[in-house]
């Protein structure tokens, strides 16, 4: 996306050892606390230079919080990129004016048909804590099979004991398949052909899953936390509280195409999601990071 006007190159940390480097004019950083230590060696060396954090959801919902290392990491950036619209809020006051909004972008799709047999939905992320899987387990136990909800599970097993509790979850309940990780191609077409998006997360920077689902006619049901309703919106009508898997199964039953009521509220949430689908478009991110970056007076291009 700034390969057009900047000269761009993409390391794992700096400095590099590699001398050309050590010249570039400014540095972008992922993540406050797993860059720490190149933020702060950049911020010492060039202490003028350009230097841009983007944060993620564990930065802002927990790391900011407790960590010396990323409150550092605010401290020395000259601009702090939040990937959702409710992410300043959560950055101490003194360094909100350095905050600069850029959503995550994908290509639109088109949705594909669907049947009215059964509801399909699908969660997709890895099993890790911060995802909170066990949501979704649990709202399995509370669907009998014959209720025609079928959901699949996308995502590699990171915490080996949430691996275990999905694959019992899949042996007891046959409406529920834990499919492990799969290529971006697969996990789009699984998206494209479910009926909803599940994402139980108990905290998020800014999903790219969710605006994956919303670029291709998707609606979401979602855990109602800050970096949900930056993605999807204040009025959104699909939140379920977090962790409340007894609340979530009554969203599924109730947009279920079976029942008469089904297909209206889901076109709902479908008509909800569109309205926002233009914030995810990529020149829409793309400008937005280089007029981030033309604040900045470069010494060269």
Excluded at 7 to 30: F, I
Excluded at 147 to 162: F, K, M, N, R, S
Excluded at 192 to 212: D, K, P, W
Aim: proline fraction near 6%; include cysteine.
């Amino acid at each position: 996306m700034l390969a057009g006007v900047f000269q761009v190159h993409l390391v794992k940390s700096w400095p590099t050892g590699e001398p050309h480097l050590d010249r570039c004019d400014g540095l972008v950083a992922l993540h406050a606390k797993r860059s720490a230590q190149s933020i702060e060696a950049w911020s010492r060396t060039f202490p003028d230079k350009p230097l841009v954090v983007a944060l993620t959801g564990t930065d802002l919902y927990r790391d900011i919080h407790q960590d010396g290392a990323a409150q550092n990491s605010l401290k020395f950036a000259h601009r702090l990129i939040v990937l959702q619209e409710h992410g300043s809020f959560e950055l101490p006051l003194q360094w909100r004016n350095k905050c600069r909004l850029v959503f995550q972008s994908t290509p639109r799709r088109s949705a594909r048909p669907k049947t009215s047999r059964h509801l399909r939905a699908v969660m997709v992320g890895h099993l890790r804590d911060e995802k909170w899987p066990q949501v979704l387990f649990q709202a399995c136990r509370q669907i009998t099979p014959d209720e025609g909800i079928l959901i699949d599970h996308i995502g590699h097993a990171l915490d080996p004991e949430l691996g275990d509790m999905a694959a019992q979850t899949a042996r007891e309940c046959p409406h529920y398949r834990w499919l492990g990780g799969l290529t971006h191609p697969q996990v789009k077409g699984h998206i494209q052909r479910a009926h909803v998006l599940v994402h139980t997360s108990r905290i998020e920077g800014g999903a790219h899953v969710i605006l994956e689902a919303i670029c291709s006619g998707t609606p979401v049901l979602a855990s109602k936390i800050p970096g949900n309703i930056g993605m999807l919106g204040s009025d959104y009508a699909g939140y379920f509280k977090p962790g409340d898997s007894a609340q979530l199964v009554a969203m599924l039953r109730e947009v279920h195409p079976r029942i008469k009521s089904g297909a209206p509220r889901l076109q709902a949430l479908e008509t909800q999601c569109d309205a926002r689908a233009h914030l995810f478009e990529p020149r829409r991110e793309q400008s937005a990071l280089i007029d981030l970056l033309n604040e900045f007076n470069w010494t060269s291009r």
